[in-house]
């Protein structure tokens, strides 16, 4: 970094405005005594000439000091920064005060984001917890339905389990993409064998709701995290699914542009003037006040995923029509180390 950048220079001339006044009001002064008592003009530009040398010199040692203080507030941005070793020894008392103030505050923070840490783990824990303890009842009401003789009202508890266990999941999967620190596993991973797993994973819902399937293999191969883009498609076709009776959703490749994953549905759409808020957390729309389906999470956590991937989502939408929902697969290499 610079250490005469522009706004430091800004700043110092900004702080140094009374005594540009000062010394124009003495100038001026000086100048209508030796005029109106008719002194010889050459002393008065002799007087001038040096009292601006020596202002001059003024404010370029003030310019010094003041350009280390202003560096060093600068530092204080540093998380690493250790205060006591980086602060000079030889300050004024209002330095002094100053310093012990940030001192205080800087502990503070420290303090309130260790206790804020301590919070998040202890959330992550227990839905952790709460998770593993769940996959019991859920693994038992599994067996009560297997055991239903009335084939209906079993596809209707399966179809509700599902969900259960998809909400179940959105909590933990929110917490972990809370966490600035979020796993990541980037590897080649084959786009056919993830879509398929989440394909088989909500078949019910497809017989259930009666909704066709047009799946094109892309036999593609992308350097993604599996478990976050198996997460990601997870809640862009359980929405189709949710919003989709007796419809059909198709899965394909674009033809012109093959990095471009497209899901489209022909079910009830988005309004216009829900689509720029629809990856808001908590946003659910009119949609999802009418059916009453919507957690307003599943986008929001899907705009978290593609981030932390570096893939991009896009979703066109016309009320009534259907939606289409664009994966950008496409992503720089480094943005894997952002």
């Not at 008592?37 to 601006?52: D, K, Q, V």
């Not at 000079?88 to 012990?100: G, M, Q, S």
């Not at 709701?209 to 498609?233: A, F, Q």
């Not at 932390?308 to 992503?331: F, N, P, Y």
């Amino acid at each position: 970094m610079n250490k005469w950048d522009k706004p430091l220079i800004k700043a110092f001339l900004k702080t140094t405005r009374p005594q540009f006044s000062l010394y124009i009001m003495m100038v001026t002064l000086f100048s209508c005594i030796y005029f109106f008592n008719r002194l010889p003009l050459a002393l008065l530009f002799y007087t001038i000439e040096l009292t601006g040398f020596l202002f001059i010199f003024y404010l370029l040692e003030q310019l010094y000091h003041y350009a280390k203080r202003y560096n060093q507030l600068k530092e204080l941005q540093n998380p690493h920064l250790n205060i006591e070793n980086s602060w000079p020894r030889n300050l004024d008392p209002a330095d002094i005060f100053y310093h012990k103030k940030i001192r205080l505050l800087i502990e503070q923070l420290h303090e309130s984001q260790q206790q804020f840490n301590e919070k998040n783990s202890e959330q992550l824990d227990y839905f952790t917890l709460w998770l593993h303890q769940i996959k019991t009842p859920i693994a038992a009401i599994s067996l009560l339905i297997q055991s239903q003789s009335d084939q209906l009202l079993a596809k209707q508890l399966n179809q509700e389990l599902l969900r259960l266990e998809d909400y179940t999941h959105m909590a933990l999967n929110y917490l972990k993409l809370e966490e600035s620190g979020s796993d990541m596993d980037f590897s080649e991973v084959e786009l056919d064998r993830v879509i398929k797993q989440t394909i088989k994973k909500y078949a019910i819902l497809f017989v259930y709701n009666r909704i066709s399937l047009d799946y094109k293999e892309t036999h593609k191969t992308i350097l993604t995290d599996g478990k976050w883009l198996k997460l990601l498609l997870e809640q862009i076709l359980s929405n189709s699914l949710n919003y989709s009776i007796e419809g059909k959703i198709s899965i394909y490749l674009d033809p012109a542009q093959p990095d471009n994953l497209i899901i489209e549905d022909n079910g009830i759409g988005i309004r216009t003037q829900d689509l720029p808020r629809i990856f808001e957390k908590g946003y659910s729309g009119l949609n999802g006040r009418l059916y009453e389906k919507s957690t307003g999470l599943g986008l929001f956590l899907s705009q978290k995923i593609v981030k932390r991937l570096g893939h991009q989502l896009v979703i066109d939408s016309v009320m009534g029509k259907g939606t289409k929902v664009t994966i950008h697969l496409a992503r720089k290499e480094l943005d894997l180390f952002d």
